[in-house]
């Protein structure tokens, strides 16, 4: 409807303004040369002593102003006339009242045309002045017959312009409309596959425009969300295999307790036992899912200045007793206060669980250090420790949710897998970076760099 106006509103300015312009300049034309005509016998009449029909009719054979189209008339100052070009019907000796000639003999000069009749019809007249008097008048009256034709000819052509102007607009909008449908169908399906959760699926877009950008981000988009779905689903069968084992633990020592009617008070205790260890596994994966997902909470979570020493210190205190159970020493070197933004839960995660591993995976008589500083608008915390190490093979998979480097000894430990995880998670929700070295049999370094924030106070 809009294109239909817009291409009608064209049409109309295409056939009207080019005729009106023509029309514009064949009346000034003639204006200027009819006036001009007029003027120059006008001036040589009004050098002749007596205006007669003789006089008069031998300035204008000389001045050539007459044409087969044209009538010339000289009227004295009272309106009558003195001298007609035209024999037949001629209105010699009359008095003539036209419009234009009351206007020459007031003093003007007057020039007025008209399309009419297949012809266009102009009329001009100028007075006829000697010392400021005026004498009378000169009136040229023109039948345009050939400027008529040509404006007909122009109005025929516009016409057919036009014509062609309006079918080729249509077959372009058709086209464009049959193109654009193709596309935004691709689009449509795109939408619709997404929607069936078909996250594969990618559209194949043509061109180099706003459609194509489009097409471009659907399927990215739709990409991270199959990367997204993908390991969501790895997610679940982690989580669901990793919870298994343990309540599979608990089923079959219940069903030993159960079905062993000579079963000795020892072994139930010992049965039992097992089975709190089990249970305590379970709460500890229970908890590391439950720290994931408020790691990958919404955005909409405020984040503050949190001092990264306190909770280092608080740290060590909480994992004192693992540490000397371990007969591991964990030192802190975190002079001052280090102010980055976060959420002291987050922070307590990320601290904990690489100061909490680094203990688990040394050996005895073996040492922790927390250190923490500062430079370049970062604060950078590093945790090394003297212990086992990693291979170098197994570096690049330690940041993957459960898994384990040893794990015969992860499990003997109550490890989850989901420790470093967690870590990586809630590092990135900081907007920090993490990174690790790690020498095989003699220790690794975890160091984290974060913007560093304003003291609160």
């Given at each position: 409807?809009?294109?239909?106006?817009?291409?009608l509103?064209?049409?109309?300015?295409?056939n009207?303004?080019?005729?009106?312009?023509?029309?514009?300049?064949?009346?000034?034309?003639?204006?200027?040369?009819?006036?001009?005509?007029?003027?120059?016998?006008?001036?040589?009449?009004?050098?002749?002593?007596?205006?007669?029909?003789?006089?008069?009719?031998?300035?204008?054979?000389?001045?050539?102003?007459?044409?087969?189209?044209?009538?010339?008339?000289?009227?004295?100052d009272?309106?009558?006339?003195?001298?007609?070009?035209?024999?037949?019907?001629?209105?010699?000796?009359?008095?003539?009242l036209?419009?234009?000639?009351?206007?020459?003999?007031?003093?003007?000069?007057?020039?007025?045309?008209?399309?009419?009749?297949?012809?266009?019809?102009?009329?001009?007249?100028?007075?006829?002045?000697?010392?400021?008097?005026?004498?009378?008048?000169?009136?040229?009256?023109?039948?345009?017959?050939?400027?008529?034709?040509?404006?007909?000819d122009?109005?025929?052509?516009?016409?057919?312009?036009?014509a062609?102007?309006?079918?080729?607009?249509?077959?372009?909008?058709?086209?464009?409309?049959?193109?654009?449908g193709?596309r935004?169908?691709?689009?449509?399906?795109?939408v619709?596959?997404?929607?069936?959760?078909?996250?594969?699926y990618?559209?194949?877009m043509?061109?180099?425009?706003?459609?194509?950008?489009?097409?471009?981000?659907?399927?990215?988009?739709?990409?991270?969300?199959q990367?997204?779905?993908?390991?969501?689903?790895?997610?679940?069968?982690?989580?669901?295999?990793?919870?298994?084992?343990?309540?599979?633990?608990?089923?079959?020592?219940?069903?030993?307790?159960?079905?062993?009617?000579?079963?000795?008070?020892?072994?139930?205790?010992?049965?039992l036992?097992?089975?709190s260890?089990?249970?305590?596994?379970?709460?500890?994966?229970?908890?590391?899912?439950?720290?994931?997902?408020?790691?990958?909470?919404?955005?909409?979570?405020?984040?503050y200045?949190?001092?990264?020493?306190?909770?280092?210190?608080k740290v060590?205190?909480?994992l004192?007793?693992?540490?000397?159970?371990?007969?591991?020493?964990?030192?802190?070197?975190?002079?001052?206060?280090?102010?980055?933004?976060?959420?002291?839960?987050?922070?307590?995660?990320?601290?904990?669980n690489?100061?909490?591993?680094?203990?688990?995976?040394?050996?005895?008589?073996?040492?922790?250090?927390?250190?923490?500083?500062?430079?370049?608008?970062?604060?950078?915390?590093?945790?090394?420790?003297?212990?086992?190490?990693?291979?170098?093979?197994?570096?690049?998979h330690?940041?993957?949710?459960?898994?384990?480097v040893?794990?015969?000894?992860?499990?003997?430990?109550?490890?989850?897998?989901?420790?470093?995880?967690?870590?990586?998670?809630?590092?990135?929700?900081?907007?920090?970076?993490?990174?690790?070295?790690?020498?095989?049999?003699?220790?690794t370094?975890?160091?984290?760099?974060?913007?560093?924030?304003?003291?609160?106070?």
């Amino acid at each position: 409807m809009v294109f239909a106006a817009i291409l009608l509103t064209v049409l109309l300015v295409i056939n009207i303004y080019p005729q009106q312009a023509v029309k514009r300049q064949m009346t000034e034309t003639a204006r200027k040369d009819m006036i001009k005509d007029a003027a120059t016998l006008a001036s040589a009449l009004s050098n002749i002593p007596e205006l007669n029909g003789s006089n008069i009719g031998s300035a204008v054979s000389v001045l050539n102003i007459l044409s087969e189209n044209r009538r010339v008339l000289v009227v004295s100052d009272g309106a009558v006339v003195l001298f007609d070009s035209v024999r037949s019907q001629s209105l010699l000796g009359n008095v003539v009242l036209y419009s234009e000639i009351l206007g020459a003999l007031s003093g003007n000069d007057c020039f007025y045309s008209r399309f009419e009749g297949g012809a266009i019809n102009k009329w001009a007249a100028v007075p006829v002045t000697r010392g400021g008097i005026t004498l009378g008048a000169v009136y040229i009256y023109e039948n345009d017959e050939a400027g008529a034709s040509l404006l007909a000819d122009l109005s025929s052509n516009i016409r057919i312009v036009s014509a062609i102007v309006a079918v080729a607009a249509m077959i372009a909008v058709l086209l464009f409309t049959h193109d654009m449908g193709k596309r935004l169908s691709k689009l449509l399906t795109g939408v619709k596959e997404a929607g069936a959760g078909n996250f594969k699926y990618r559209i194949d877009m043509p061109g180099d425009d706003e459609l194509k950008m489009i097409a471009e981000e659907f399927n990215s988009l739709s990409g991270q969300i199959q990367s997204n779905e993908k390991a969501r689903q790895q997610f679940i069968s982690d989580s669901s295999h990793e919870l298994k084992t343990p309540l599979a633990a608990i089923k079959l020592l219940s069903d030993s307790i159960v079905n062993n009617d000579n079963i000795s008070r020892e072994e139930i205790k010992e049965f039992l036992g097992d089975i709190s260890g089990e249970i305590v596994r379970l709460t500890r994966i229970s908890e590391s899912l439950i720290s994931i997902n408020q790691a990958l909470a919404s955005d909409d979570v405020a984040l503050y200045p949190c001092d990264l020493s306190e909770t280092a210190r608080k740290v060590k205190e909480l994992l004192k007793v693992t540490a000397q159970a371990a007969e591991v020493t964990v030192n802190v070197d975190a002079d001052g206060a280090f102010f980055v933004s976060g959420t002291s839960d987050g922070f307590y995660h990320i601290i904990f669980n690489l100061t909490e591993n680094a203990i688990k995976y040394n050996k005895k008589g073996g040492t922790v250090d927390l250190s923490l500083s500062r430079g370049g608008g970062k604060v950078t915390m590093r945790v090394s420790d003297t212990g086992i190490g990693i291979p170098e093979h197994e570096q690049e998979h330690v940041f993957e949710r459960f898994f384990r480097v040893d794990k015969m000894r992860s499990r003997a430990t109550g490890g989850t897998g989901l420790g470093l995880s967690i870590v990586k998670e809630w590092v990135d929700r900081f907007g920090g970076d993490i990174s690790m070295k790690s020498v095989y049999g003699k220790g690794t370094v975890f160091t984290v760099v974060f913007p560093e924030s304003e003291d609160p106070k």
